[in-house]
C-alpha cells in the first residue's frame, strides 16, 4: 500500500534562518507531488506541484522553493525564513489528475 | 487557473440536523470534486468524491451533488453528530493540481 512520509511534524526557526522539510512517498510510481500551506488553521493554499522530478510548478511567488531531486521525494526550502512564513505545511500525492490526494501529517512551522 | 468558493465559513447546527455546505468553480474542463474533513491537529481526509459524468453520490449520511451547467456542488450531512466537528474542504481538479476552497468549520451541539 502506498504511505506518504514528511518531517518534523514541528519546527521551530530563527527569521533568517534556512528551512528544508522533506516529504516521500511508497509504494507508488510517478506520484503527483503538492506542497500546501494552511494558515491559522484555515484554507489550504497550493505553493507548489510536481508532475515528476525536475518539473516544479509554482502557485503563488513567496520566500519559498520546492525540488524533487528523485521520483517519490519532494522538498520544499527556504535560504531566509520570514515571520510570515508560520504556518501548517502538508505534502501530499496524487496517482494522476482528477483521484483523491493523500495528505502527509504535516509540519507545524513556527517562525520566532 | 481553477478558483474555487465555498460558503458558509462558519456552520453551526444541533445534533440531529441536517448541514449543507456549497462550493463553485471556475474550469469548466474540471472534472473531478473531492471532499475533505480535517479535524483540529490534524491532515485532511477523503470523505466523499464525485466525478463529473454523476450527479449525485451517497454514503451513509453523506451525500454530494453536482450541478455542471451551474458549476457548483455541495455537501449534504443528515443527522449531524458531534463527531462531524470539523473543517471540511471542497476542491476541484485543474490541469494537474487539486485546488481547495477557503473550509467550512462545522460546529454540531449536542
Known amino acids: 500500500s502506498q504511505t506518504i512520509h514528511q518531517w518534523p511534524a514541528t519546527l521551530v526557526q530563527p527569521v533568517g534562518s534556512p528551512l528544508s522539510l522533506e516529504c516521500t512517498v511508497e509504494?507508488?510510481?510517478?506520484?503527483?507531488l503538492y506542497w500546501y500551506r494552511q494558515a491559522a488553521g484555515r484554507g489550504l493554499q497550493l505553493l507548489f506541484y510536481s508532475v515528476g522530478i525536475g518539473q516544479i510548478s509554482s502557485e503563488v511567488p513567496q520566500n519559498l522553493s520546492a525540488s524533487r531531486p528523485q521520483d517519490r521525494q519532494f522538498i520544499l526550502s527556504s535560504k531566509k525564513l520570514l515571520l510570515s512564513d508560520s504556518g501548517f505545511y502538508l505534502c501530499?500525492?496524487?496517482?494522476?489528475?482528477?483521484?483523491?490526494?493523500?495528505f502527509g501529517q504535516g509540519t507545524r512551522l513556527t517562525v520566532v | 487557473g481553477e478558483n474555487v468558493e465555498q460558503h458558509p465559513s462558519t456552520l453551526s447546527v444541533q445534533e440531529g440536523d441536517s448541514a449543507v455546505i456549497k462550493c463553485t468553480y471556475s474550469?469548466?474542463?474540471?472534472?473531478?470534486f473531492p471532499w475533505y474533513k480535517q479535524e483540529l491537529g490534524k491532515r485532511p481526509q477523503l470523505i466523499i468524491d464525485?466525478?463529473?459524468?454523476?450527479g449525485e453520490k451517497k454514503d451513509q449520511r453523506i451525500a454530494v451533488t453536482l450541478n455542471k451547467t451551474a458549476k457548483h456542488f455541495s455537501l449534504h450531512i443528515t443527522e449531524t453528530q458531534p463527531e462531524d466537528s470539523a473543517v471540511y474542504f471542497c476542491a476541484a481538479t485543474g490541469y494537474s493540481t487539486l485546488t481547495f476552497g477557503k473550509g467550512t468549520m462545522l460546529l454540531v451541539s449536542p
Open positions: 464525485i466525478r463529473s459524468n454523476v
Open positions: 509504494g507508488t510510481s510517478n506520484p503527483n
Open positions: 474550469d469548466s474542463a474540471s472534472n473531478y
Open positions: 501530499a500525492w496524487s496517482a494522476a489528475r482528477g483521484t483523491e490526494a493523500f
